[in-house]
């Protein structure tokens, strides 16, 4: 998959395509249904096929005071969208210029002279444009005067699940994990740089790695059974383990923080990359009295994490 920062100047093999267009936070189930279909309409007409997206999320800059809500931040995202065998991926960087931009002028820009498009698949709700002006409807009138057939992708859903990114927020902060993985498609996953911490955890026998959060999305505070994965050469090694998110209240932490203790692995990890995925969700984060009553309870948590990840 071919990334570009960039609408203007594409090489010639980069435009007309069939895209999907949106902000893909998650990349989730439905969002997936929306780049399938792009993806049919692609075959069907012997054309490539790519996605149309923004960085950062729009939320981020018109509500920049609203706590981290990021499923997948832009490296996460890559990945996600890069395994769906993708020709091409634009990102446009959006900022408050950038969002006053008419919708239809939008399309004459960036859709139409920018990337040529064949095609457009967008989801039922997508909305686009200076105040949001930008509708499924008209894009379709617009497209069809252009000369762009425009595809609209219903909801998607199962069981009662609703495969959306909001659904994948709410079950995550309520600490279902399982529901998010069922409308991701995965386990939900953190990663990032680890940092030297206050090395407490070799003290009392479980020694973590400390993740920075960055604008990932902070979960339901507590214990979490997880696969953590390190990159070794071209591939990624997956260890089993136990993690703690939060601010941890018995040593009068602060700051909010992702600590994990890998199963049976005495390697150096600082410095490194670390994916997390978040398994299973063991209990809340809780305030002992004293060292000693968390190290127990870290015990009975790492035994109850060995028998989730095992099953």
């Given at each position: ?149 425009v595809r609209v992708v219903s909801p998607a859903g199962d069981d009662g699940l609703v495969f959306s990114s909001t659904a994948a927020r709410d ?141």
């Amino acid at each position: 998959m071919r990334l570009f920062r960039h609408w203007t100047d594409l090489p010639a093999d980069a435009r007309g395509a069939v895209v999907a267009l949106g902000n893909f936070d998650g990349v989730h189930r439905g969002h997936r249904a929306v780049i399938g279909v792009a993806r049919q309409v692609a075959a069907d007409l012997g054309a490539p096929v790519g996605v149309l997206t923004f960085e950062p999320h729009p939320r981020s800059v018109f509500r920049p005071d609203d706590p981290p809500f990021r499923l997948t931040p832009f490296r996460l995202k890559m990945r996600e969208l890069q395994a769906l065998g993708l020709d091409s991926c634009v990102v446009l960087a959006f900022d408050r210029a950038f969002s006053t931009i008419g919708a239809e002028a939008f399309v004459d820009a960036v859709l139409v002279r920018g990337l040529g498009v064949r095609a457009v698949v967008v989801g039922y709700d997508f909305v686009f444009g200076q105040g949001r002006e930008g509708t499924v409807d008209r894009l379709s009138r617009w497209g069809e005067a252009r000369g762009f057939a425009v595809r609209v992708v219903s909801p998607a859903g199962d069981d009662g699940l609703v495969f959306s990114s909001t659904a994948a927020r709410d079950a995550l902060k309520a600490g279902d994990t399982r529901r998010a993985a069922a409308i991701l498609g995965r386990d939900w996953e953190i990663e990032g740089r680890v940092e030297h911490g206050d090395k407490r955890g070799r003290t009392i026998g479980f020694p973590t790695a400390n993740v920075h959060l960055a604008d990932h999305l902070r979960p339901a505070f507590g214990v979490y059974a997880v696969r953590a994965g390190i990159d070794e050469g071209a591939g990624t090694v997956w260890h089993a383990g136990v993690a703690n998110l939060g601010r941890r209240p018995t040593v009068g932490g602060l700051v909010e923080r992702l600590e994990v203790h890998l199963f049976d692995y005495a390697g150096d990890l600082y410095g490194r990359h670390l994916r997390v995925r978040m398994v299973d969700f063991i209990r809340p984060e809780m305030k002992f009295d004293g060292l000693d009553a968390l190290k127990a309870r870290i015990a009975e948590d790492a035994a109850r994490a060995r028998v989730v990840l095992a099953g």
